[in-house]
């Protein structure tokens, strides 16, 4: 399809990695990102928090954007514990997510906080990839579109451009569990995704990304990034292991040809 994004494939590390495997394993996928030059993909890795400044200067001169896995709303102040995105960006950071169902679940995030979160990653001109999901219950009881469609407005704020901002689909069931929805059902999100973009963003919805999050690994994620509207993947397990995630960004697909 004409005009269809380049993929981003991202890692989410989680609470996982102290310094010596987290530098090891940046080091295995950098160096096995070389011979996939010719392929037009985007790559960004989420380590911990205490990875990421030196990770961010690491991976400076390479294709890979470090990212970080939550920040405050806030810009400063008396907020202990908390992370700026302001700080973030000075740490070199290029991305950060907001909004991941495990966010939501642990510490009671909501719609309203995830936007705000978003526009303080947007403020820095650092990109917001913003998840949204459904519990298994919620599929269950067929609210998975329901669901969704509330979770985009709420938490996609109207900043929101297709160079800034990335949605991630993660249904909350298939997060670590090795099941996923099908093609049909992942398709189906997608492409309602999109036109919910479409309609309140207009052209710059129609370019916004939409990635696949839920158990995507090494086997399944050639079938996956083949889905309309599929525009990458935002990678948890997996990404702990170079060759699952490399073989992943390889079975990105080709753009088409122009014009055809």
């Not at 495997?21 to 996928?29: D, H, S, Y």
């Not at 380590?47 to 400063?76: H, K, N, Y």
């Not at 939501?104 to 403020?123: M, T």
């Not at 979770?151 to 997060?175: C, F, H, K, M, R």
């Amino acid at each position: 399809m004409a005009g269809t994004p380049i993929p981003l494939i991202a890692g989410n590390w989680k609470m996982n990695m102290v310094h010596s495997k987290g530098m090891g394993l940046a080091t295995g996928i950098a160096e096995g990102l070389d011979p996939i030059g010719m392929i037009p993909v985007d790559v960004a890795i989420c380590p911990p928090l205490t990875l990421a400044a030196e990770l961010g200067a690491f991976l400076a001169a390479t294709r890979i954007v470090v990212g970080a896995q939550d920040c405050s709303p806030l810009e400063e102040g008396a907020h202990t514990g908390d992370v700026s995105a302001n700080m973030l960006k000075n740490a070199g950071v290029g991305c950060c997510i907001v909004g991941h169902s495990e966010r939501r679940a642990d510490h009671g995030e909501d719609d309203i906080l995830v936007n705000a979160k978003a526009r303080a990653v947007l403020a820095t001109g650092m990109t917001a990839i913003i998840c949204i999901g459904e519990t298994e219950s919620q599929r269950d009881a067929g609210e998975t579109i329901d669901v969704v469609t509330k979770q985009l407005a709420g938490s996609v704020p109207d900043e929101a451009l297709n160079t800034n901002t990335v949605i991630a689909y993660e249904p909350v069931w298939a997060i670590g569990t090795g099941k996923t929805p099908t093609l049909e059902e992942i398709g189906e999100v997608h492409g309602k995704i999109r036109a919910l973009l479409y309609d309140r963003f207009d052209y710059d919805g129609a370019a916004i990304r939409i990635l696949y999050g839920g158990s995507v690994n090494a086997d399944n994620a050639h079938d996956i990034l083949r889905v309309e509207n599929v525009n990458g993947a935002l990678v948890g397990g997996a990404s702990l292991d170079s060759e699952a995630f490399l073989k992943i960004i390889r079975d990105c697909p080709a753009p088409p040809i122009p014009g055809s």
